[in-house]
């Protein structure tokens, strides 16, 4: 598997206040991306993500590092011909509709005539805004902006696609339409980059993750690895048996009625719950072995930062 | 290719401007007025009107220029539809370029439009038409190309308000600059005539785009000074462009 983009000691520093003073970004971030996988950017809000988005662009210029798109320098404009990017909160331009939007960036792209045509009723039709074609911008909504967007990012039929929090500001359905796109452009074969702090949507599609927390990566490599599949406790809804019962065997998180959860720790305590329950002429609701997540790799991260 | 696209989204983007609508409502009720100022006068009435017509259209003409160059690029930047646009494989030299050609093209239809109205109001008083007259107002879409390179090339940097007060002053500058060379032959020569020379140089000298006296008392233009300044002038643009180009080409979004 080549290499389809490749960061190497990105440095970046903003200057800011009236007397400029540097403010480091970026400290030295390195990362690859392999072709045909869907790789995670994570990191909480002001990380550097959105940074490093731009520096892969050249939207800014790192101070130093070497960023290379299909080992091709990203200064260069060239590097970005197979290259589609959905910016985070799209802007466009509102008085276009969103047909014309669409033969704007085609243009600008080099796709004429009949083949422009084509290629804005396909992606009209993939990303669900055939309706809304001849609607101007400006009456669209956020959802229906990042629709729009995605399919302008998908023109030149580009080798590597970069979302910037893609799922932001879409409803549950949307959310499931995008995922599903997404894992439809691996399937044709494409490479997706996203970044996101939605833990969930990259968990459910992401190959690799990479975690950036204050300009700098802390950890990245494939999402198996650094999940364990070590069960961390197990959940136990119990009905019709007091909590108090069980402070020595779990810890009781919450009761609703006649209901308890239960957070048991240790797995031989989870047979002497259960014996308990019978004694007692209780119920077992639901019993839910809770594996690590990339939400608790990444709070614990954090933490210990 | 690329250049052009760009081009004919900036004019389709100009012309939704509403402060284009406003100063060309302006000119026309100026064009209009100088009718009642010539009713005023003692002596070559025509004089008044045309003289009255030509400043309005090089005034308002100023003002578009300047009000659009420095708003466009800024909104890009600031309506972060920059970002898209970048991301694609365009050079920056092709968007500035393709935004500057768009407003050119925006002005060259707003000064058509004026000229057409100001040669009409002109037509129903002599009822002969005044050809000489299109040449000061070619060499005053010249000076507006200019105008509109200025205001693009501030843009880059600053602000909207900011870039239209630096505009503004370039032509203010432009216009009284010609007062130097006047200047120049008087003083001795030496360091300090030299230094007038170079700053001279330097500063824009719009007063070569003015060819309103010589057309309103119909006086003879040389051939010669025709071709020096249209000469000045896509040296002076050509040059800013390459300034305005310099400014973004390293310049972050941030």
């Given at each position: 598997?080549?290499?389809?983009?490749?960061?190497?000691?990105?440095?970046?520093?903003?200057k800011?206040?009236?007397?400029?003073?540097?403010?480091?970004?970026?400290?030295?971030?390195s990362?690859?991306?392999?072709?045909?996988?869907?790789?995670?950017?994570?990191?909480?809000?002001?990380?550097?993500?959105?940074?490093?988005?731009?520096?892969?662009?050249?939207?800014?210029?790192?101070?130093?590092?070497?960023?290379?798109?299909?080992?091709?320098?990203?200064?260069?404009?060239?590097?970005?011909?197979?290259?589609?990017?959905?910016?985070?909160?799209?802007?466009?331009?509102?008085?276009?509709?969103?047909?014309?939007?669409?033969?704007?960036?085609?243009?600008?792209?080099?796709?004429?005539?009949?083949?422009?045509?084509?290629?804005?009723?396909?992606?009209?039709?993939?990303?669900?805004?055939?309706?809304?074609?001849?609607?101007?911008?400006?009456?669209?909504?956020?959802?229906?902006?990042?629709?729009?967007?995605?399919?302008q990012?998908?023109?030149?039929?580009?080798?590597?696609v970069?979302?910037?929090?893609?799922?932001?500001?879409?409803?549950?359905?949307?959310?499931?339409?995008?995922?599903?796109?997404?894992?439809?452009?691996?399937?044709?074969?494409?490479?997706?980059?996203?970044s996101?702090?939605i833990?969930?949507?990259?968990?459910?599609?992401?190959?690799?993750?990479?975690?950036?927390?204050?300009?700098?990566?802390?950890?990245?490599?494939?999402?198996?690895?650094?999940?364990?599949?070590?069960?961390?406790?197990?959940?136990?809804?119990?009905?019709g048996?007091?909590?108090?019962?069980?402070?020595?065997?779990?810890?009781?998180?919450?009761?609703?009625?006649?209901?308890?959860?239960?957070?048991?720790?240790?797995?031989?305590?989870?047979?002497?719950?259960?014996?308990?329950?019978?004694?007692?002429?209780g119920?077992i609701?639901?019993?839910?072995?809770?594996?690590?997540?990339?939400?608790?790799?990444?709070?614990?991260?954090?933490?210990?930062? | 290719?690329?250049?052009?696209?760009?081009?004919?989204?900036?004019?389709?983007?100009?012309?939704?401007?509403?402060?284009?609508?406003?100063?060309?409502?302006?000119?026309?009720?100026?064009?209009?007025?100088?009718?009642?100022?010539?009713?005023?006068?003692?002596?070559?009435?025509?004089k008044?009107?045309?003289?009255?017509?030509?400043?309005?259209?090089?005034?308002?003409?100023?003002?578009?220029?300047?009000?659009?160059g420095?708003?466009?690029?800024?909104?890009?930047?600031?309506?972060?539809?920059?970002?898209?646009?970048?991301?694609?494989?365009?050079?920056?030299?092709?968007?500035?370029?393709g935004?500057?050609?768009?407003?050119?093209?925006?002005?060259?239809?707003?000064?058509?439009?004026?000229?057409?109205?100001?040669?009409?109001?002109?037509?129903?008083?002599?009822?002969?038409?005044?050809?000489k007259?299109?040449?000061?107002?070619?060499?005053?879409?010249?000076?507006?190309?200019?105008?509109?390179?200025?205001?693009?090339?501030f843009?880059?940097?600053?602000?909207?308000?900011?870039?239209?007060?630096?505009?503004?002053?370039?032509?203010?500058?432009?216009?009284?600059?010609?007062?130097?060379?006047?200047?120049?032959?008087?003083?001795?020569?030496?360091?300090?005539?030299?230094?007038?020379?170079?700053?001279?140089?330097?500063?824009?000298?719009?007063?070569?785009?003015?060819?309103?006296?010589?057309?309103?008392?119909?006086?003879?233009?040389?051939?010669?000074?025709?071709?020096?300044?249209?000469?000045?002038?896509?040296?002076?643009?050509?040059?800013?462009?390459?300034?305005?180009?310099?400014?973004?080409?390293?310049?972050?979004?941030?």
């Amino acid at each position: 598997m080549g290499k389809v983009l490749e960061l190497e000691n990105v440095h970046k520093a903003y200057k800011v206040g009236f007397i400029p003073k540097k403010k480091p970004v970026l400290k030295g971030v390195s990362f690859h991306v392999n072709e045909g996988e869907i790789f995670g950017y994570l990191g909480p809000n002001g990380a550097g993500k959105t940074t490093t988005i731009k520096c892969i662009l050249n939207l800014i210029f790192p101070d130093s590092g070497r960023i290379t798109i299909f080992g091709e320098d990203s200064l260069k404009p060239r590097a970005r011909q197979k290259v589609g990017f959905l910016p985070e909160n799209p802007y466009f331009y509102d008085y276009l509709t969103g047909k014309e939007f669409l033969a704007f960036y085609a243009a600008l792209l080099g796709i004429h005539g009949r083949e422009r045509e084509e290629k804005i009723k396909y992606f009209l039709k993939l990303v669900g805004m055939e309706r809304a074609a001849d609607l101007q911008l400006r009456k669209y909504s956020r959802g229906m902006l990042q629709r729009i967007g995605l399919a302008q990012a998908l023109l030149n039929d580009p080798a590597l696609v970069i979302l910037d929090e893609p799922m932001g500001g879409l409803d549950p359905i949307g959310r499931k339409e995008f995922r599903d796109i997404i894992v439809n452009l691996k399937k044709e074969g494409k490479t997706v980059f996203l970044s996101s702090h939605i833990l969930q949507d990259i968990e459910m599609i992401c190959d690799r993750v990479a975690i950036i927390l204050a300009g700098e990566i802390i950890n990245q490599g494939y999402l198996g690895d650094l999940i364990s599949e070590k069960v961390l406790f197990t959940e136990i809804v119990i009905a019709g048996v007091p909590a108090a019962e069980f402070n020595h065997l779990g810890e009781s998180v919450s009761t609703s009625g006649d209901r308890v959860l239960l957070k048991v720790y240790e797995e031989e305590k989870i047979d002497q719950v259960i014996n308990l329950v019978q004694q007692k002429k209780g119920k077992i609701v639901s019993l839910i072995p809770r594996t690590e997540t990339l939400e608790d790799i990444f709070v614990n991260m954090v933490k210990n930062q | 290719m690329k250049i052009i696209t760009i081009a004919l989204n900036t004019f389709k983007e100009a012309k939704r401007d509403r402060v284009l609508y406003l100063l060309f409502f302006f000119v026309i009720i100026c064009l209009v007025f100088s009718r009642f100022l010539a009713l005023l006068t003692v002596g070559d009435r025509m004089k008044i009107i045309k003289d009255v017509g030509l400043a309005s259209i090089s005034l308002f003409g100023m003002l578009m220029a300047i009000l659009m160059g420095t708003g466009l690029v800024y909104k890009e930047i600031d309506k972060k539809t920059i970002f898209t646009l970048l991301a694609k494989p365009i050079h920056r030299a092709e968007f500035l370029l393709g935004k500057f050609l768009g407003l050119v093209l925006t002005i060259f239809i707003m000064t058509v439009l004026m000229t057409a109205i100001f040669m009409l109001i002109l037509f129903l008083h002599t009822l002969t038409f005044e050809w000489k007259i299109l040449v000061a107002i070619l060499f005053i879409f010249f000076e507006l190309c200019l105008m509109t390179a200025v205001a693009l090339l501030f843009s880059t940097f600053t602000t909207p308000i900011l870039a239209s007060l630096y505009s503004l002053a370039f032509y203010l500058i432009g216009h009284l600059s010609w007062s130097m060379e006047m200047l120049i032959k008087k003083v001795k020569s030496g360091a300090g005539r030299t230094a007038l020379k170079i700053l001279y140089t330097v500063l824009p000298d719009l007063e070569n785009f003015n060819f309103k006296t010589e057309v309103v008392h119909n006086l003879p233009i040389p051939g010669k000074l025709l071709g020096y300044s249209f000469l000045y002038g896509v040296v002076y643009t050509t040059f800013i462009l390459f300034l305005a180009m310099i400014v973004f080409r390293r310049r972050d979004f941030v």
